[in-house]
């Protein structure tokens, strides 16, 4: 079984060689399984390696100079409204709990693995899943009435 590093590892060694796909998410055992649970893991997972290859803009806007100059070397950043407009540019993971060690045992103490479990559970439980466009059902359709109508093995 991969463990979270390795898969990170290979997903962001495709990605960053130029692939646009992340093979095996939610499997585990070579495949032989799958696990709703780890399937939510990889999925965030998979945006943070999309983010990071996207990269890190870096323009007179992401630098705030101004600011820098403007608030000095021990003022207040937080306030700013650049810092409000890009501090969701960065990761902002739902699984991985950043937080000091007392937040994390005052609240439970579960890790990445527990939280996943509940996060597979509320989507299966409450998805509502986009119907398709008309055209696209009737092409569906179209498919496989003529597959069927193709005698065996043809």
Do not use: C
Not at 8 to 36: C, H, P, R
Not at 44 to 58: P, S
Not at 75 to 84: E, I
Not at 124 to 143: A, G, T, W
Request: charged share 30%; glycine share 6%.
């Amino acid at each position: 079984m991969q463990t979270g590093h390795e898969k990170t590892l290979t997903a962001l060694s495709a990605a960053l060689a130029g692939t646009n796909l992340i093979y095996g998410l939610g499997m585990i055992e070579s495949g032989v399984t799958f696990d709703y649970a780890q399937l939510v893991i990889d999925n965030e997972m998979a945006r943070m390696v999309k983010q990071f290859v996207r990269g890190i803009r870096v323009d007179d806007e992401t630098l705030a100079v101004d600011d820098i100059a403007r608030v000095g070397s021990f003022g207040d950043f937080l306030s700013l409204d650049a810092t409000m407009r890009h501090m969701r540019d960065t990761s902002q993971p739902e699984l991985m709990d950043r937080r000091v060690r007392e937040d994390w045992e005052a609240r439970g103490s579960t890790d990445v693995y527990q939280r996943a479990q509940v996060r597979a559970r509320e989507i299966l439980e409450s998805h509502e899943p986009e119907p398709l466009p008309d055209d696209v059902r009737r092409r569906i359709r179209k498919i496989v009435a003529d597959a069927d109508r193709k005698p065996a093995g043809v």
